[in-house]
């Protein structure tokens, strides 16, 4: 077997020891892993693996001002997703869609989430049936060192909205730091205990790149120009993320103008916009970077709650509250400081999308073999309602799925976009949902 094929089959890993725990760091496929045209392995000649996530928001969209103004094949957006436009031509936007009660009670931002997530419209507040990254993981996701990731911008754990078979949730990692040392370490534990467990500061200060720097530099010797230069850009990346950490690990310079006010139980604790974008921007490059090197093939990002606690600066009331208590604007037909969460959210999703087009595999990017799924839990959040239920895909799915479309659902079931998405990741499934929800209907214009 020639030293590339040994590569390619191993996935190739550095390993290395620190403060004598084991550090390991995952490689991106190179150019050298894969085929001539960067589609394929090069040792098996088997596809790249599919990857597979959901990007969650709450409180939807304004209705008229998301949508694209034509059927099919579009080239501009409405004023709340323009934040997308730099990736047009790798998503899919479907309008029209809506959530069918049965005659069971609305239960306002569960409802229209868990019935889109699940394919089943619930009878009380309680999942009891696995959500469908956690379907879709059974099938692609059993034979990678994570089966699923989740992590919330909001800071708190239980803001997640992935769930295994009966009420099991799978919480979500709040912290950046504490993501990365579960990647690129062992969790934590006692430092006189037999196994160490790196601290995510020192991983930071004390970079996992040079721990393996001699193993790193006898692969860049084996490489070509190209994989050289991907190799650089990527453990560069990697640690402008290590540095990030650590600058927000550090105590902070003393102000002498500056005091502690009191805490406020009324504005949890980051979910303040400008935490929130910046957590979200370090877990988007986290995930992307342990997609690529194979740590997972699902993962879950929640950007803002379902009851969107999002807030501004100076400001006590959250999202969820303007979407009640703001009044339209009469001028512009809709509630302004809403409508700038919503700016702000669309722009979220478009860092998530950028950093799995960044990662450059073969003639493509990482987003061509993802499929991730944009969803929320209400087509309007001042009404609560179920009809049309913002939902944008990213990503080619390896070469299964068509992009750059708008698909337009005329009051379809929301489930059909689910139906879809198990399909083209390999599911050999004919129909999804229950009910009113049950749809054998794939979306077929976006199936390639």
């Known amino acids: 077997m020639s030293a590339v094929n040994r590569l390619a089959s191993r996935r190739n890993v550095l390993r290395g020891m620190m403060g004598g725990g084991a550090i390991t760091v995952g490689l991106p496929f190179l150019d050298c892993f894969l085929n001539e045209n960067g589609t394929a392995l090069a040792a098996t000649g088997g596809p790249l693996p599919s990857v597979f996530g959901t990007w969650f928001w709450g409180l939807g969209l304004n209705p008229g001002r998301w949508e694209p103004d034509v059927i099919g094949k579009f080239n501009s957006l409405g004023p709340e997703t323009e934040a997308l436009m730099p990736f047009k031509d790798k998503i899919n936007l479907y309008t029209g869609l809506r959530v069918f009660l049965d005659g069971r009670p609305l239960v306002t931002h569960f409802t229209g989430n868990m019935s889109v997530l699940t394919g089943t419209t619930p009878r009380i507040q309680r999942v009891t049936i696995p959500t469908i990254d956690a379907i879709i993981g059974d099938y692609i996701g059993t034979k990678t060192r994570f089966r699923s990731l989740e992590v919330t911008a909001t800071g708190n754990p239980v803001h997640s909205y992935s769930h295994r078979a009966g009420t099991v949730i799978n919480p979500a990692e709040p912290s950046p730091a504490a993501l990365y040392a579960r990647i690129f370490g062992p969790e934590f534990k006692d430092p006189n205990a037999d196994e160490f467990t790196p601290d995510p500061i020192v991983l930071a200060r004390k970079s996992m790149l040079s721990v393996v720097k001699e193993q790193r530099q006898d692969l860049v010797r084996t490489l070509g120009a190209s994989d050289r230069a991907r190799l650089d850009e990527y453990f560069t990346s990697l640690r402008q993320i290590e540095n990030q950490l650590l600058i927000e690990s550090q105590k902070p310079a003393p102000l002498e103008a500056c005091s502690v006010p009191g805490k406020d139980d009324d504005a949890p604790l980051g979910t303040?916009?400008?935490?929130?974008?910046?957590?979200?921007?370090?877990?988007?490059?986290?995930?992307?970077?342990?997609?690529?090197?194979?740590?997972?093939?699902?993962?879950?990002?929640?950007?803002?709650?379902?009851?969107?606690?999002?807030?501004?600066?100076?400001?006590?009331?959250?999202?969820?509250?303007?979407?009640?208590?703001?009044?339209?604007?009469?001028?512009?037909?809709?509630?302004?400081?809403?409508?700038?969460?919503?700016?702000?959210?669309?722009?979220?999703?478009?860092?998530?999308?950028?950093?799995?087009?960044?990662?450059?595999?073969?003639?493509?990017?990482?987003?061509?073999?993802?499929?991730?799924?944009?969803?929320?839990?209400?087509?309007?959040?001042?009404?609560?309602?179920?009809?049309?239920?913002?939902?944008?895909?990213?990503?080619?799915?390896?070469?299964?799925?068509?992009?750059?479309?708008?698909?337009?659902?005329?009051?379809?079931?929301?489930?059909?976009?689910?139906?879809?998405?198990?399909?083209?990741?390999?599911?050999?499934?004919?129909?999804?949902?229950?009910?009113?929800?049950?749809?054998?209907?794939?979306?077929?214009?976006?199936?390639?």
């Open 272 to 448: 303040e916009v400008a935490s929130v974008n910046m957590n979200h921007a370090l877990f988007a490059q986290l995930l992307a970077h342990t997609l690529a090197c194979g740590q997972t093939r699902i993962f879950n990002v929640t950007f803002a709650d379902a009851t969107s606690s999002l807030r501004f600066p100076g400001s006590q009331m959250v999202h969820h509250a303007y979407t009640h208590e703001e009044p339209v604007d009469g001028e512009v037909g809709y509630q302004k400081t809403v409508t700038s969460f919503i700016y702000g959210i669309m722009e979220g999703l478009a860092t998530m999308i950028s950093a799995l087009d960044n990662i450059r595999e073969g003639d493509g990017t990482l987003l061509d073999r993802t499929l991730m799924l944009a969803a929320t839990d209400t087509g309007y959040a001042r009404v609560h309602s179920l009809e049309n239920m913002p939902l944008i895909t990213a990503g080619g799915a390896n070469g299964r799925m068509k992009t750059g479309i708008h698909v337009q659902a005329n009051g379809d079931p929301a489930t059909r976009v689910g139906l879809t998405a198990q399909q083209v990741m390999g599911l050999p499934v004919g129909s999804w949902g229950t009910d009113s929800m049950e749809t054998s209907k794939t979306i077929s214009e976006v199936i390639a």
